[in-house]
């Protein structure tokens, strides 16, 4: 039997870090952000584009991050046990390819610090306006989940106290 579970959460809930110190144990958590051919930014003509640095309203306004939902199939397909984490403009489109989605939450201050951490490598959230346009986000997509019923995890919560919850 398969066992793929997908974790979204907003920009600085702790995707990334909960996804490495799960394989830095031998679990098969990728980063979706990582994979490549999974994910890009569009234009509203559906072109490709590049995320500047210092993307500005204009550019955050216009523009989505989204999966392909054909190559996640295929990746899928692959996998017999997955603990994948990300986050995209369509993701709510895909959590039917998913056996259990799950939503990290997490306070905005908390966001916002994340966010703003000089040892984030991920630049969304630098500029004030990413930082406002990634928090109003957070509550839109937390909004979403509950939606679509995805259970909903308190990512302030140690990796290993998360992972447990995910796996039973």
């Not at 793929?4 to 996804?19: D, R």
């Not at 031998?26 to 590049?50: M, T």
Request: aromatic share 12%; hydrophobic share 35%; glycine share 8%.
């Amino acid at each position: 039997m398969y066992k793929h579970i997908l974790i979204i959460g907003p920009s600085g809930a702790g995707k990334t870090y909960i996804s490495s110190a799960l394989r830095a144990k031998g679990i098969n958590a990728p980063d979706g952000d990582l994979i490549g051919g999974l994910s890009d930014w569009f234009d509203g003509k559906g072109s490709r584009v590049e995320y500047p640095v210092d993307a500005d309203k204009d550019f955050l306004d216009n523009h989505e991050f989204l999966w392909s939902k054909e190559f996640l199939i295929n990746y899928l397909q692959n996998q017999n046990e997955i603990y994948l984490f990300g986050m995209s403009g369509n993701v709510f489109e895909m959590i039917d390819l998913f056996d259990k989605v799950y939503f990290l939450k997490a306070p905005y201050e908390l966001l916002t610090e994340r966010l703003r951490h000089e040892s984030r490598e991920n630049p969304m959230g630098r500029t004030d306006y990413q930082l406002q346009n990634a928090l109003d986000w957070a509550k839109e997509i937390e909004e979403k989940a509950i939606q679509c019923g995805v259970t909903i995890i308190d990512a302030t919560r140690p990796p290993e106290e998360i992972f447990k919850e995910i796996r039973d």
